[in-house]
């Protein structure tokens, strides 16, 4: 059975770090994309970061580039984001997920998803 789960959330004061961690079990995603997600209170899920299987390539979403990195320890089947520099709209439920469709960075096309971490940041 395949799960991944989702910690390091929390409340943090705006200008605030925190990483998040996302460990994968049942199979090894040494060879899948991962990425980040977010859902904020009455919005949809939207895109954070995605990183290749090598870890060499990664996305972001423009609301977070420069502030967000995400990460991966393939040894560990790990998945990891760093976030600085935490506004108040990035308040949201961050989840983690794996096995992405080839080609399509940024959607929602993972197979398999976490069940969330909460990331409060006050102002």
């Known amino acids: 059975q395949v799960q991944l789960v989702e910690s390091g959330g929390g409340l943090v004061q705006a200008g605030g770090s925190l990483r998040l961690s996302c460990a994968a079990s049942?199979?090894?995603?040494?060879?899948?994309?991962m990425g980040w997600f977010r859902q904020a209170p009455g919005k949809e899920r939207e895109f954070v970061a995605d990183?290749?299987?090598?870890?060499?390539?990664?996305y972001y979403a423009d609301s977070v580039k420069g502030r967000f990195t995400i990460s991966r320890d393939n040894a560990k089947n790990m998945v990891y984001l760093e976030m600085n520099s935490l506004k108040p709209e990035d308040t949201a439920v961050y989840y983690c997920?794996?096995?992405?469709?080839?080609?399509?960075?940024?959607?929602?096309?993972?197979?398999?998803w976490g069940q969330g971490t909460q990331v409060t940041v006050s102002s």
């Open positions: 997920a794996a096995d992405r469709l080839p080609g399509d960075v940024g959607t929602t096309s993972y197979k398999y």
């Open positions: 990183i290749s299987w090598s870890g060499k390539t990664t």
């Open positions: 049942g199979r090894t995603f040494s060879s899948s994309a």
